[in-house]
């Protein structure tokens, strides 16, 4: 499998719910056999940057939360740069619950503005 076929599943995952990173970093493990840490990072970096591209939004951990919070800035350069300063910090990949979490819009909590 490469990694359009990961995004694809991943994809095919949000259709029906949240998508957290530690998912993300376990399929790059298990299906890509990135399981070195820094390969797994670079590689999940790159599946997330396609996720964003598709249409998935990036937000809070639903440890926090009990609807889809997204991150005012979609920026994937930065959420990029946030994943890898956390996964610094932790020295390794994600957690279940680490941030961020990434899903469609429709998931996403309407605005009461």
């Not at 990036?58 to 890898?84: E, K, L, M, V, Y």
Request: net charge negative.
């Amino acid at each position: 499998m490469d990694i359009e076929e990961v995004v694809n599943a991943l994809m095919e995952m949000a259709e029906d719910d949240w998508v957290g990173l530690g998912f993300i970093s376990n399929d790059v493990a298990e299906v890509l056999g990135a399981e070195e840490s820094e390969a797994n990072l670079e590689l999940t970096l790159l599946v997330v940057r396609e996720l964003l591209k598709r249409g998935l939004l990036a937000g809070d951990s639903p440890a926090f939360t009990d609807h889809f919070n997204p991150w005012s800035h979609q920026n994937a350069d930065a959420i990029c740069s946030f994943i890898r300063r956390e996964w610094e910090k932790r020295d390794g990949p994600p957690d279940w619950g680490d941030a961020p979490w990434f899903a469609q819009l429709r998931f996403c909590k309407a605005s009461h503005a």
